[in-house]
């Protein structure tokens, strides 16, 4: 098991929030998904009884006894489900036999995520739009993409990325906008504890380069809140 050093220690201290963002795609080992998901469950429920343990909690009361199975299982089929691409929502197209060319808004889009730096939650909303070219897609699947996607340890940038990407590749257009709202417990529940803030982040391709196209989505998202 890595354990981390004194000297790691510093350069964690010493980086900061100037983190290297090592590209779109999640950083998973290669035999990320060898193991099946019970096996993982029994590891880490093994793992954060330790934790516990280590917190001085006795294990033996019949409130905690069940904690590191409930914390594990709930890890590994709900929190970060999205990270096996096994669970990836089938994402159906149909041809636009209409041929609507404007613009298609999915807003309010519920954000339920965590962040990767203190596997606390991040909530929020999230506010898609795209201009179809041949393909368009079922409404429920933007939804669900978002949803595959923030299961996932995140930072809000990679998540805006990774939700923007995958519909550039199944709509076959670069055309999308991806605005993201959201509140970070790690900033709000420990940490500096600004219980106020939260954050926006934009991600877009193709004719959305175009401001008056962004003005239009911005128009439809309105002022955000969370
Ligand atoms: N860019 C970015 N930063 C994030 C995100 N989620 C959390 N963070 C930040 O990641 C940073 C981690 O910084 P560190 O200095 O290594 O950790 P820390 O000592 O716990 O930092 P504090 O929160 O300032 O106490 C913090 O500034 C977090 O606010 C995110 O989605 N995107
Ligand atoms: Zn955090």
Same mark, same amino acid.
């Given at each position: 098991m890595p354990i981390i050093n004194k000297e790691q220690i510093e350069i964690i201290e010493t980086i900061g929030d100037n983190h290297? /963002?090592?590209? !779109? @795609?999640?950083?998973? =080992?290669?035999?990320? /998904?060898?193991?099946s998901d019970d096996e993982k469950i029994k590891n880490i429920e093994h793992y954060f009884g330790q934790i516990m343990n280590e917190l001085g909690?006795? =294990?033996?009361?019949d409130s905690l006894s069940g904690t590191p199975y409930r914390v594990a299982k709930m890890y590994v089929k @709900?929190? /970060?489900?999205? =990270?096996?691409?096994?669970?990836?929502?089938? !994402?159906s197209t149909f041809l636009n036999k209409y041929g609507y060319k404007k613009m298609l808004v999915e807003q309010n889009i519920t954000i339920d995520s965590a962040c990767e730096h203190h596997f606390l939650p991040i909530t929020g909303h999230a506010h898609v739009g795209y201009i179809p070219k041949d393909k368009v897609i079922g409404l429920s699947k933007i939804n669900r993409l978002v949803d595959y996607y923030a299961?996932?340890?995140?930072?809000q940038e990679r998540l805006a990325l990774q939700i923007l990407n995958d519909l550039q590749t199944s709509l076959e257009t670069e055309d999308v906008i991806v605005m993201l709202s959201a509140k970070h417990l790690c900033v709000s529940s420990r940490?500096?504890?600004?219980k106020d803030s939260f954050t926006t982040t934009i991600e877009y391709g193709g004719c959305f380069e175009n401001k008056s196209n962004r003005e239009e989505f911005f128009g439809i998202v309105g002022n955000t809140s969370i």
């Open positions: 290297i /963002f090592s590209g !779109i @795609e999640t950083p998973l =080992l290669s035999d990320a /998904f060898e193991k909690l006795d =294990l033996s009361d @709900e929190l /970060f489900y999205g =990270l096996d691409p096994k669970n990836k929502p089938k !994402i299961h996932r340890p995140q930072v940490g500096i504890k600004d």
